[in-house]
């Protein structure tokens, strides 16, 4: 295994600035100003495939002899890395076959054409990186040709270290901490090696989606780890088994792991955009939500820098990163509040609000003694939510707090209507698919229940992932015939039968408890 010198005399040598350019070091006086502290964004969106991966596929494909080259490469890869191979098989004049997920965002897709030309041919094969690469390494044995891989590779490592050179470079300061979006891990592979060779008192902390923790998962148990599913939303960094090069390299080098969620990242997406007015991907923007975490745990004075590694978005899925941002931010609270059905509750109600913002409100009539409120407000962070919750019960009003509810804010947000007398013996299930042209219509024909469907809600807002919510009838003397029929349905799934706001805001009275807790099913 090459060792961290090895690594930072490879990437000192290594032939990125050909294809990319030193990107640029910045500070972002908004984030600065929130913590008190120099807050830095090493801007690889600025590449020109819009992401760091251009300096690994470079380094690696400007490394192959003669004989190599004429037999091709073969890559596997979500968008970023096929656009930085496609650039340097043009560059080079190497022939290369390049595998994506149809998964992958439009955006990334055209560009891997755009970049190649007639360089490079693209196949779309699998939901998942994995199956991409499965597809490759099938290609790569026909062919004979050489497999360039994303992360897992000494070459590509060293090329992604480039990255820790120019940040050195650029700032020669006092540095507390440089925090580095993690897949599969050749970006902090190199960016670790290199800073804790030459600057070991600066720390190197990897960030992951918390449902795309693979290396946080082999570092916590000190072996390489497979996910059974991946989260598509930070799509660029979606791998379900880190490499055996980067698992180790991280393992010495690296001096902590964060996870953030979905809506942690699309607030540092909005906190990127109101310092930069640039928009990175989710992947892009995984550094910045770990550093704003650490930064709030851990105050202090010394600079604290995020690397920005890609700004690949398809436009459409802003309407899913707007939504999500205020909730990632703590700027808005999502509650459903249970009011008596009489005059003078609603003005009381309000009165509680009092000067706060409301960003969303439904309510329909049905029920004569209470009414069912489902309300976003504006707050000033979870001081102020806590606040806004003891209000409510003061007035003796019932209230969940639905903020870090996953259902409440995909689905029920736009199901509040009221009870239905008809949807007796009703079953609540959240199923989720890759989302792809065509995805819901297989949905459709897939479910094709012995049961009735009562409820059914899909909302196709840009993400990769379709989430649907089905209500299905089903009479006692047939409840053990579930698991059977969930089972060949084929879909990851959860039973939110016993979800408290599904029972206040859409079921039925006299509903008996669920046959079993709320649980997760991946398959």
């Known amino acids: 295994m090459p060792d961290a010198v090895w690594l930072l005399e490879r990437a000192c040598v290594a032939p990125v600035y050909e294809v990319a350019r030193e990107s640029p070091l910045e500070t972002a006086p908004l984030l600065s100003a929130r913590f008190g502290r120099p807050v830095l964004l090493k801007r690889e969106d600025r590449q020109p495939v819009f992401s760091f991966k251009l300096r690994g596929a470079y380094a690696r494909m400007a490394a192959l002899d003669a004989a190599q ?22 560059r080079l004049g190497i022939r290369a076959t390049i595998v994506m997920p149809v998964t992958a965002p439009a955006v990334k897709v ?23 690469e499965a597809e490759a390494a099938r290609l790569v044995a026909a062919r004979e040709a050489v497999f360039v891989h994303p992360f897992d590779d000494a070459d590509v490592i060293a090329g992604q270290a480039t990255v820790a050179l120019e940040i050195l ?93 979905t809506d942690a990242i699309c607030a540092a997406m909005r906190d990127i955009y109101e310092d930069t007015r640039s928009v990175p991907e989710p992947a892009g923007a995984l550094a910045l939500a770990g550093l704003k975490q650490y930064a709030t745990a851990h105050p202090g004075t010394a600079p604290l820098l995020a690397i920005v590694s890609g700004a690949n978005l398809n436009f459409d899925r802003l309407r899913f990163v707007a939504e999500r941002a205020e909730v990632g931010a703590h700027r808005e609270a999502v509650f459903a509040v249970t009011i008596p059905e009489r005059r003078g509750s609603f003005r009381r109600f309000c009165a509680v609000l009092g000067q706060r913002a409301v960003t969303e ?31 409510f019960r003061a007035n003796d009003f019932g209230v969940l707090d639905l903020t870090d509810d996953e ?54 807002h840009g993400a990769d992932t379709g989430r649907i919510l089905v209500g299905l009838q089903v009479p006692p003397d047939e409840q053990h015939l579930l698991p059977e029929f969930l089972a060949r349905l084929g879909y990851p799934y959860r039973d939110e039968s016993a979800h408290p706001a599904y029972r206040l805001l859409l079921g039925q009275h006299n509903d008996a408890p669920s046959p079993r807790d709320p649980q997760d099913v991946r398959g």
């Open 169 to 261: 470079r650029q700032h020669t300061g006092p540095l507390g901490a440089v925090f580095v979006p993690v897949g599969g891990g050749g970006l902090l592979a190199g960016v670790a090696s290199v800073i804790k060779t030459l600057r070991p008192e600066v720390a190197v902390i990897g960030v992951q989606a918390a449902d795309a923790d693979a290396m946080t998962r082999s570092l916590e148990q000190g072996r390489r780890v497979t996910l059974d599913e991946v989260g598509l939303f930070a799509d660029g960094t979606a791998v379900k088994q880190v490499g055996a090069l980067t698992f180790a390299l991280c393992r010495a080098h690296v001096d902590a792991m964060l996870r953030v969620d």
């Open 407 to 460: 259902l409440a804010k995909t689905h029920l947000r736009h199901l509040v209507g009221g009870r239905s007398p008809l949807a007796h013996d009703e079953h609540l299930f959240r199923f989720e698919f890759p989302e792809r042209p065509g995805a819901l219509v297989r949905f459709l024909d897939h479910l094709q229940p012995d049961w009735n469907v009562s409820l059914f809600h899909y909302r196709n």
């Open 110 to 132: 055209e560009a891997v054409r755009r970049f190649g030309g007639a360089q490079v041919e693209v196949l779309l094969a699998g939901d998942s990186y994995s199956e991409a």
């Open 69 to 90: 080259r004429a037999r091709g490469v073969v890559a596997a890869s979500a968008g970023n890395h096929a656009q930085g191979v496609a650039l340097a098989a043009a």
């Open 361 to 391: 409100f439904n309510y329909r009539i049905g029920d004569p003694h209470e009414a069912h409120l489902f309300v976003g407000v504006h707050v000033q962070g979870d001081a102020d939510r806590e606040r806004l919750l003891a209000a």
